[in-house]
């Protein structure tokens, strides 16, 4: 799996949009990107997934920049309950492996 | 999205003592489950794969021996966490695929005293 960068922790005024940026600059072509988020004492939760045109479902947009080497994940209008720690996963599509997290962000939505 | 039940959500146990973790895939089939732990203000680290009617693979450093898997349906795979210890205190975390997504269980908050 490609490595990826990701900022320590981030900071979002409720409603307001919320920009995760992630770069991803080893990616190969069969790699995705992926993006997780776990609230404290929880499990991870998929968010959203692409390979190379931007994403949007009922959580997020995800948009992928046209070389594929970075990423932004958006939170379109924060809550309070989106506080989390965001993990940016690249590797290929297949729920037949292992998924390997790094730090992730921590994104704090401040009311 | 697809489900992963894992229960229970928190234990605590004497030193010594034996402690297993359930998870199970709610609506869909897995023949491959992963368990992952997680300290505090720690990422999470993967321990094993489970492999339904086969045994598990460990990641390096995982005594298999004391993390017993056994993955004995294709929606059901469990933990054993054999003689615990407090080191072993920690939050436990299974997974399962479906398609070109990962899901995961809530968690199992394990606390040996």
Redesign the interface.
Same mark, same amino acid.
């Given at each position: 799996d490609a490595k990826t960068t990701q900022p320590t922790s981030m900071d979002c005024a409720e409603g307001r949009a919320a920009n995760l940026p992630c770069n991803h600059s080893t990616i190969s072509g069969n790699e /995705?990107v /992926?993006w997780y988020r *776990?609230i404290h004492? *929880?499990?991870? *939760? /998929?968010i959203i997934?692409g390979l190379k045109n931007n994403e949007t479902n009922e959580m997020a947009s995800l948009i992928i920049t046209e070389d594929r080497k970075s990423s932004t994940l958006i939170l379109p209008h924060a809550t309070l309950r989106d506080t989390a720690v965001y /993990?940016c996963i690249v590797r290929v599509?297949?729920?037949?492996?292992?998924?390997?997290?790094?730090?992730?962000t921590r994104l704090q939505v401040q009311p | 999205g697809a489900v992963v039940s894992q229960h229970p959500s928190r234990v605590i146990c004497k030193s010594g003592t034996s402690v297993k973790i359930e998870c199970r895939s709610l609506d869909f089939q897995a023949t491959t489950m992963f368990w992952y732990r997680q300290f505090p203000k720690q990422s999470l680290m993967l321990m094993a794969t489970s492999n339904e009617g086969s045994k598990a693979t460990y990641e390096q450093g995982v005594e298999k021996d004391k993390f017993l898997i056994n993955h004995a349906s294709l929606t059901l795979s469990t933990l054993t966490v054999t003689s615990a210890h407090p080191e072993d205190s920690s939050f436990y975390i299974c997974s399962a695929g479906q398609g070109e997504k990962l899901f995961f269980g809530s968690g199992t908050q394990l606390s040996v005293l």
């Open positions: /995705y /992926y *776990q004492s *929880q499990g991870p *939760q /998929y997934h /993990y599509a297949t729920g037949r492996r292992a998924l390997t997290f790094g730090s992730g | -």
